[in-house]
């Protein structure tokens, strides 16, 4: 049974996802952990078909435009692999101030593990047609340009508003324009 009504339901068309950490922790203030994430779409676009035309990663949640044949399990792959990692690291550089966060963060149904690093759903929506891929890219890539962290979208390192200025990014997206 599906946990969110924003669920996955067309696999040839295109979604725009959000992926947020537990208790909004600023965790990708840490490049390495942001490094993390890049290395799994990587893997993901290589290895497990996925297409990704544009995404962001801010300090404590991330939005993208992806898809694949089947996008809810390449999700749930993504956030459990990026997950592991990030709780590795940190276990290694001993943060255990955000480990510590982290367990009482973990839904106490989650048996299976010590510490939860995401927030249950990645609030899929469905992007059926150009304008709202306009739309939802327009978001993503002016965020941090909206918090004041930047003054244009492309001076932000962690986002592929880069590629779409014709400019190499950190990570190769599919530009639908």
């Known amino acids: 049974m599906a946990r969110s009504r924003y669920t996955i339901t067309e696999t040839e068309k295109p979604y725009f996802l959000t992926c947020t950490i537990v208790e909004w922790l600023p965790l990708f203030t840490r490049s390495a952990l942001v490094d993390i994430v890049l290395d799994a779409w990587r893997f993901q676009q290589t290895n497990q ?10 300090e404590n949640h991330l939005h993208y435009l992806a898809q694949s044949s089947d996008l809810a399990k390449s999700v749930a792959s993504f956030k ?20 510590q966060r982290l367990r009482f963060a973990k839904r106490s149904h989650k048996v299976d593990r010590v510490y939860q690093v995401w927030q249950e759903g990645s609030h899929a929506e469905l992007v059926y047609s150009e304008a709202v891929m306009r739309q939802k890219l327009d978001y993503i890539h002016h965020n941090p340009v909206k918090r004041g962290y930047v003054d ?9 508003a880069r590629s ?10 599919q530009r639908w324009y």
């Open 49 to 58: 078909g996925l297409k990704l035309y544009g995404y962001v990663v801010l």
């Open 80 to 99: 459990s692999f990026t997950a592991r990692n990030i709780i590795n690291h940190l276990e290694q550089t001993r943060a255990e101030s955000t480990l």
């Open 152 to 160: 244009f979208a492309e001076h932000w390192r962690y986002s592929s």
């Open 164 to 173: 779409y200025q014709g400019q190499p990014g950190l990570i190769d997206v």
